[in-house]
T-cell receptor
Framework: AQTVTQSQPEMSVQEAETVTLSCTYD???????LFWYKQPPSRQMILVIR??????QNATENRFSVNFQKAAKSFSLKISDSQLGDAAMYFC????????????FGTGTRLQVTL | NAGVTQTPKFRVLKTGQSMTLLCAQD?????MYWYRQDPGMGLRLIHY???????AKGEVPDGYNVSRLKKQNFLLGLESAAPSQTSVYFC????????????FGPGTRLTVT
């Protein structure tokens, strides 16, 4: 079974600075997808960024980028120019391939953004 | 286009009571999922469905039943609620195919006393 580990329960960053959230995973599959979800106090799960394992190029979405290291099974999220609205829980998630392949979530990292 | 909606948003039950959580989506998604979120544990899959009339167990199915009588609705039932089922419940849906992302509902906070 796949497992996803987020070893940082809480992180803090100053506004306009850069922060990196860590995620590692364990799988025996060669093809899969990795995701970062944001959960603000509203509880809504919002997809931040997605990475396909077969793509060597790291995904980027505006201020959000990932460092995907397939051999090391590592998938970190970098948030640049942090904003107060970035404060939230961030979940790393893994999805294999195949029918109804399901998301496996990490335990989350709570990000605080300070002035 | 409402996306994924969940009813109710909050509920308090006494131990032994039953209830049904409703998930509805208007995106014509084939696949639907029910998760629970507990502090420090992330989201865990309870049951899922790959189409109307089909359901399957996820990681933590005990104490729950589900039904998918209509494509747009996915119901989660608790026949005899227990305090261990106090949690936030999320529904999600998506199209078939590995590329497609899951869309989540706003969640239901359930407290069992």
């Amino acid at each position: 079974a796949q497992t996803v580990t987020q070893s940082q329960p809480e992180m803090s960053v100053q506004e306009a600075e850069t922060v990196t959230l860590s995620c590692t995973y364990d799988t025996s599959e060669s093809d899969y997808y990795l995701f970062w979800y944001k959960q603000p106090p509203s509880r809504q799960m919002i997809l931040v960024i997605r990475q396909e394992a077969y793509k060597q190029q790291n995904a980027t979405e505006n201020r959000f980028s990932v460092n995907f290291q397939k051999a090391a099974k590592s998938f970190s999220l970098k948030i640049s120019d942090s904003q107060l609205g970035d404060a939230a829980m961030y979940f790393c998630a893994y999805k294999g391939t195949g029918t109804a392949s399901k998301l496996t979530f990490g335990t989350g990292t709570r990000l605080q953004v300070t002035l | 286009n409402a996306g994924v909606t969940q009813t109710p948003k909050f509920r308090v039950l006494k131990t032994g009571q039953s209830m049904t959580l409703l998930c509805a989506q208007d995106m014509n998604h084939e696949y639907m999922y029910w998760y629970r979120q507990d502090p420090g544990m992330g989201l865990r899959l309870i049951h899922y469905s790959v189409g109307e009339g089909t359901t399957a167990k996820g990681e933590v199915p005990d104490g729950y039943n589900v039904s998918r009588l209509k494509k747009q609705n996915f119901l989660l039932g608790l026949e005899s609620a227990a305090p261990s089922q106090t949690s936030v419940y999320f529904c999600a849906s998506r199209f078939p195919g590995d590329f497609y992302e899951q869309y989540f509902g706003p969640g239901t906070r359930l407290t069992v006393t």
